[in-house]
């Protein structure tokens, strides 16, 4: 991704990255969502089960994305990510706020995420596989929009106030707090340092 010379630009990059990124979660998670569930039926509670497991599952892996991947140094995807802790408050800063970086690392993500669940529930007959691909995504686009808005003071509902405050103080401290605004992997492992 380019740099932008104004703000005009990096919004209207940032945005339409934004949408691609979505577009492409929705399609990787709906679509193995829906074949899974043609391919092996479910029940509504087992759906549900593995839709509720899966937003679980889906907080992990944006922590253990942001601190392993994202922050460890010398990667590509550290590199990446710097620019995005770099253009915090620049006029370039609505370009690098997208956390799948481009529709091909949201692929990438997907596949990484969404094999090894696939063959645990089938060794173990779990079916929950196909609402674990339906959260990852609402997940996914989720986090990619209260990101934005977190960084760009667009609105949220008020409950995301102290999440507003949480994630910007990782750009302060970028050794702690990696989950976005959801800091259950923070708190139970410990870093939500002040």
Do not use: Q
């Not at 609402?138 to 990619?144: A, D, K, N, R, S």
């Amino acid at each position: 991704m380019g740099t932008s010379t104004g703000a005009l630009p990096a919004i209207v990059r940032g945005r339409e990255i934004k949408k691609l990124n979505a577009l492409a979660a929705a399609a990787c998670g709906g679509l193995p969502a829906a074949l899974f569930l043609l391919i092996f039926p479910t029940t509504p509670a087992r759906w549900l089960l593995g839709f509720l497991f899966g937003l679980i599952w889906a907080n992990w892996f944006e922590y253990a994305y942001h601190r392993y991947l994202l922050h460890w140094p010398g990667t590509f995807f550290a590199k990446e990510h710097l620019r995005h802790h770099m253009s915090v408050n620049t006029p370039s800063e609505a370009e690098h706020l997208n956390l799948g970086g481009s529709p091909m690392w949201v692929v990438l993500l997907f596949v990484i995420n969404g094999g090894p669940l696939v063959i645990l529930d089938r060794l173990l007959h779990l079916a929950v596989v196909s609402g674990l691909f339906a959260a990852f995504a609402v997940y996914f686009i989720v986090v990619e929009e209260v990101h934005w808005r977190l960084h760009l003071g667009e609105w949220l509902p008020a409950i995301c106030d102290p999440a507003r405050a949480y994630h910007l103080a990782h750009h302060e401290r970028p050794n702690s707090r990696y989950n976005i605004f959801l800091p259950l992997w923070d708190v139970l492992l410990g870093s939500t340092k002040d």
